[in-house]
């Protein structure tokens, strides 16, 4: 993951990209990492940790109707939550987590493990589900680790485009 975060660290300043990053799952975790080293500042505008639904229907306009609807670990809302951000902080690039970290919280179809993670720019999005196992911290670091992964997969597509 060191490696990741290097490299992600490089691409963003070499790239004069800026991200922002709202978080639930994670709950801070992701803005951590990606504001580890030296000079994050250059990139890194703006984090939030929606971890309420209503949190994220207040901070980041996600509507009530698509959360009682989807649920709030949904890849709508996963999806939501990183174009918002991007457009609340105006940034080149946004990532956004939401999920069920354990042991509490499993609901029908959704265990325990279940994240949606999205990334976004002007012209992309992905947005991904996964399935993690082990603890509640092991759950927030593999999130935060494949979100890395995520921003570089879109920074490489933005760099292309």
Same mark, same amino acid.
């Given at each position: ?6 490299? /992600? ?5 070499? $790239?004069? /990209? ?8 994670? #709950? #801070?975790?992701?803005? $951590?990492?990606?504001? &580890? ?8 505008? /703006? ?12 901070? /980041? @306009?996600?509507? &009530? ?5 989807? $649920?709030?670990?949904? $890849? ?9 951000? &991007? &457009? ?5 690039? %946004?990532?956004?987590?939401? #999920?069920?970290?354990?042991?509490? #919280? ?7 493990? +279940? ?8 012209? @992309?999005?992905?947005?991904? @589900? ?12 593999? +999130? ?15 760099? %292309?485009?």
């Amino acid at each position: 993951m060191k490696n990741t975060l290097q490299l /992600l660290h490089k691409k963003l300043i070499s $790239g004069n /990209l800026t991200v922002a990053v709202a978080e639930s799952c994670t #709950g #801070g975790a992701l803005s $951590g990492l990606l504001t &580890r080293y030296p000079g994050s500042s250059l990139y890194f505008m /703006l984090g939030v940790v929606a971890y309420s639904n209503r949190s994220k229907e207040k901070l /980041l @306009k996600i509507p &009530r109707k698509t959360i009682n609807s989807h $649920g709030a670990v949904s $890849g709508i809302v996963a999806a939501l939550m990183a174009k918002n951000i &991007r &457009r609340i902080a105006q940034t080149d690039l %946004s990532l956004s987590t939401t #999920g069920i970290a354990g042991p509490s #919280g499993a609901i029908k179809n959704k265990p325990v493990g +279940t994240v949606f993670i999205a990334a976004c720019s002007k012209n @992309k999005l992905i947005c991904r @589900k996964f399935r993690f196992s082990g603890s509640r911290a092991k759950i927030k670091a593999r +999130t935060s680790a494949q979100a890395l992964k995520i921003l570089t997969e879109l920074i490489c597509a933005h760099s %292309s485009a």
